[in-house]
């Protein structure tokens, strides 16, 4: 297959680069690297046989047909958009424009050239703050009362996407996965989460901390009703997330229409156990300060994976231990970043 990964120098979609490149398929990226790092590019020429790498926006119309114009594209997997729930409380009219009308975009050159096969990457955000005792939460679940712009964009594009398989059900095969949270980098060390400016996820300030690049610890929140009262999440290895997209591109002729996926391992772990794991990876304490909760973190998520276990065969297999030793290889390898 030919696979155009929109996004594909970002944290998840150039570690699904690398597997798609590694079973043999043509890969095709398109990125603006506004939220990425162009040595990234380098590294994963490294790392794996010849790709080509296009530096253009989804958002710009013209500029993309172009890109369909001069690839035969036989799959999107559309990576595209911010992703980050803080800044999209600050910056909302930014997520509304990219995260919105870049799927839109490659949904239009899409139907032009006759592209039917897209994989649009969503979070588990769309579920809102799900009541604990409905976990672990389920597809089918409810959707759309959302916390924060990021999910919110997450899910109007879920509902276009229904509404383009309602439409069109014998021309578009969609599927949706629903990202837990993707943590750790590619066990080489060659690549790994690398953001732009102050990272906004938990893992990468663990790493900066450990290193020195920063000098404490931000923990938002320690009042929530959970065990320990730091907030749950479901954190699952980002190369179990870049395996999934692999055997992704297999089952797009076994659906009509669209399906979601649930991409998490089923459990669920507090920030203070990441803190811990962490610690235990690069071998020295994180000192932290507690402060208040950030605008739209809900207490507690966590999925029930076995859908895609039963119809893609597909299972996260990396525990918590090998995702912080994984992500401390990068840092230790990669101290300035990329």
């Given at each position: 297959?030919?696979?155009?990964?929109?996004?594909?120098?970002?944290?998840?979609?150039?570690?699904?680069v690398?597997?798609?490149?590694?079973a043999?398929?043509r890969v095709?990226?398109?990125?603006?690297l506004s939220?990425?790092?162009?040595?990234?590019v380098?590294?994963l020429?490294?790392?794996?046989?010849?790709?080509?790498f296009v530096?253009?926006?989804?958002?710009?119309?013209?500029?993309?047909?172009?890109?369909?114009?001069?690839?035969?594209?036989d799959?999107?997997?559309?990576f595209?958009?911010?992703?980050?729930v803080?800044?999209?409380?600050?910056?909302?009219?930014l997520?509304?424009?990219?995260?919105?009308n870049?799927?839109?975009?490659l949904?239009k050159?899409?139907r032009?050239?006759?592209?039917?096969?897209i994989?649009?990457?969503?979070?588990?955000?769309?579920?809102?703050?799900p009541?604990q005792?409905?976990?672990?939460?389920?597809?089918?679940?409810?959707v759309g009362c959302?916390?924060?712009?990021?999910?919110?964009?997450?899910?109007?594009?879920?509902?276009?996407?229904?509404?383009?398989?309602?439409?069109?059900?014998?021309y578009?095969?969609?599927?949706?996965?629903r990202y837990?949270?993707?943590?750790?980098?590619?066990?080489?060390?060659?690549?790994g989460?690398?953001?732009?400016?102050?990272?906004?996820?938990?893992?990468?300030?663990?790493?900066q901390?450990?290193?020195?690049?920063?000098?404490?610890l931000d923990?938002?929140?320690?009042?929530?009703?959970t065990?320990?009262?730091?907030?749950?999440?479901?954190?699952?290895h980002?190369?179990?997330?870049a395996?999934?997209h692999?055997?992704?591109?297999?089952?797009?002729?076994?659906?009509?229409?669209?399906?979601?996926?649930?991409?998490?391992?089923?459990?669920g772990?507090?920030?203070?156990d990441?803190?811990?794991a962490?610690?235990a990876?690069?071998?020295?304490?994180?000192?932290?300060?507690?402060?208040q909760?950030?605008?739209?973190?809900?207490?507690?998520?966590?999925c029930?994976?076995?859908?895609?276990?039963?119809?893609?065969?597909?299972?996260?297999?990396?525990s918590?231990k090998?995702?912080c030793?994984?992500?401390?290889?990068?840092y230790?390898l990669?101290?300035?970043?990329?």
């Amino acid at each position: 297959k030919t696979i155009l990964v929109a996004g594909g120098a970002g944290y998840i979609g150039s570690h699904t680069v690398v597997e798609l490149l590694n079973a043999g398929h043509r890969v095709v990226v398109v990125d603006n690297l506004s939220n990425s790092q162009e040595n990234l590019v380098y590294c994963l020429a490294q790392q794996t046989i010849q790709y080509s790498f296009v530096a253009e926006n989804v958002c710009d119309l013209e500029r993309l047909n172009l890109v369909f114009d001069s690839y035969n594209i036989d799959v999107v997997f559309d990576f595209s958009g911010r992703k980050a729930v803080g800044e999209s409380t600050l910056l909302p009219m930014l997520y509304y424009k990219y995260n919105i009308n870049g799927t839109m975009n490659l949904l239009k050159c899409m139907r032009q050239h006759e592209v039917r096969d897209i994989l649009f990457s969503s979070s588990c955000t769309v579920y809102g703050a799900p009541d604990q005792e409905a976990l672990p939460i389920k597809e089918d679940d409810s959707v759309g009362c959302c916390q924060c712009p990021y999910a919110k964009c997450k899910y109007f594009v879920e509902c276009l996407l229904s509404d383009l398989a309602t439409g069109e059900p014998d021309y578009w095969r969609i599927m949706v996965m629903r990202y837990f949270n993707p943590v750790g980098a590619h066990e080489s060390g060659l690549i790994g989460e690398d953001p732009k400016g102050d990272p906004l996820n938990l893992l990468p300030k663990l790493a900066q901390v450990a290193t020195g690049k920063r000098p404490i610890l931000d923990v938002y929140g320690e009042d929530y009703s959970t065990v320990d009262g730091s907030p749950i999440r479901d954190y699952v290895h980002v190369m179990d997330v870049a395996t999934a997209h692999l055997r992704a591109v297999k089952h797009f002729q076994d659906i009509s229409g669209i399906e979601i996926y649930n991409i998490g391992t089923g459990e669920g772990k507090s920030t203070w156990d990441m803190v811990k794991a962490f610690e235990a990876a690069c071998g020295k304490p994180i000192p932290f300060r507690v402060c208040q909760r950030r605008p739209g973190d809900v207490p507690a998520i966590y999925c029930d994976p076995s859908k895609a276990e039963r119809e893609l065969g597909w299972k996260a297999g990396r525990s918590l231990k090998q995702m912080c030793e994984d992500l401390w290889r990068f840092y230790v390898l990669n101290p300035n970043g990329y």
